[in-house]
């Protein structure tokens, strides 16, 4: 485990503190050799998007150890979070305006007793950060997101470089369904958080742009200004097992404005989907049930 230095012990219960310093992000052209060496339809233009792996400095700062919960989840709800505007951004307040989650439905897995330990689903971005602001803290980067499942010495998986499907709840292990988020110990990543491989994807902070990392920074990274327009052809999810294999379908659209996903899911290939350079990306109104979140927390 990292250790956390000695004059910053206080640290927030469910949180752990990741301290400053630099970590390898993104992959090498190695690491994605070794990939098409296993499977021979991931589609390589998808995987220039972690190109270059550079190493990126950090300032100090908190992530959830676990992902949400449906527990959690709910408290926001009852506590008024979805008619309170001071939580939502202006985009975010439209956005439940208009779809209005509390009489649509959307929200009943979650008020009529869906599984409390498991990791909330079926939410958008955009009640991702409502959340976070009620809960006092703020979504995290991708930069944060990939230090926290990844560590310092740029290892493919949370817990080292060999897959190990006994270690998540991907595919693989045929579960299909979100999983209690402390099932997985012996997955944990090498900071100590649970389910940042497979269970549920996790929304980020950051705009996507498959080409950020050409020119990001090399400190405290914050993602694009705008996000890249039309990625990609497709919903990722629309072509199954693999997210690579580009095949529209003849309802596919372009998607546009998409946030970053990281993580994978219990629908996804563990080989490729839950490697912690994995990025994926989506419109910060789409939601489904792979999709979940955790939250992170300035220490300034």
């Not at 930069?143 to 006994?166: C, H, L, Q, S």
């Not at 996790?202 to 920074?217: G, K």
């Not at 910060?284 to 992170?296: E, S, V």
Request: hydrophobic share 35%; aromatic share 12%.
């Amino acid at each position: 485990m990292i250790k956390i230095p000695e004059e910053k012990q206080s640290v927030p219960d469910g949180m752990i503190l990741i301290p400053e310093g630099p970590f390898l992000m993104g992959s090498t052209k190695k690491d994605i050799d070794t990939l098409l060496d296993l499977d021979h339809t991931i589609e390589i233009d998808r995987l220039y998007n972690e190109f270059p792996q550079r190493e990126v400095y950090l300032s100090a700062y908190l992530i959830d150890k676990y992902p949400v919960t449906n527990a959690q989840y709910k408290k926001f709800i009852k506590s008024g979070g979805y008619t309170q505007k001071l939580f939502w951004s202006d985009a975010g307040w439209q956005f439940i305006s208009q779809t209005n989650p509390l009489d649509s439905g959307d929200l009943d897995t979650i008020l009529q007793g869906g599984q409390q330990d498991c990791p909330v689903v079926n939410i958008s971005w955009y009640e991702a950060e409502a959340f976070a602001k009620w809960a006092g803290k703020r979504m995290p980067t991708e930069a944060e997101w990939e230090k926290a499942a990844r560590g310092m010495d740029g290892r493919i998986y949370p817990w080292g470089n060999v897959f190990d499907k006994t270690k998540l709840n991907c595919a693989e292990l045929k579960i299909e369904k979100p999983t209690p988020v402390t099932q997985f110990p012996q997955g944990q990543s090498v900071c100590g958080c649970f389910d940042m491989a497979g269970n549920v994807w996790e929304w980020t902070a950051d705009w996507y742009d498959s080409h950020y990392y050409e020119h990001a920074p090399h400190k405290d990274p914050q993602g694009p200004v705008i996000a890249e327009e039309n990625p990609y052809f497709g919903r990722p999810e629309e072509v199954g097992i693999s997210i690579y294999e580009l095949k529209p379908s003849a309802t596919s659209g372009f998607l546009n404005a998409c946030k970053v996903l990281r993580g994978g899911s219990w629908n996804g290939s563990g080989v490729v989907h839950i490697r912690c350079a994995n990025r994926d990306y989506d419109e910060p109104t789409y939601k489904n049930d792979t999709i979940g979140f955790r939250c992170a927390k300035s220490l300034a």
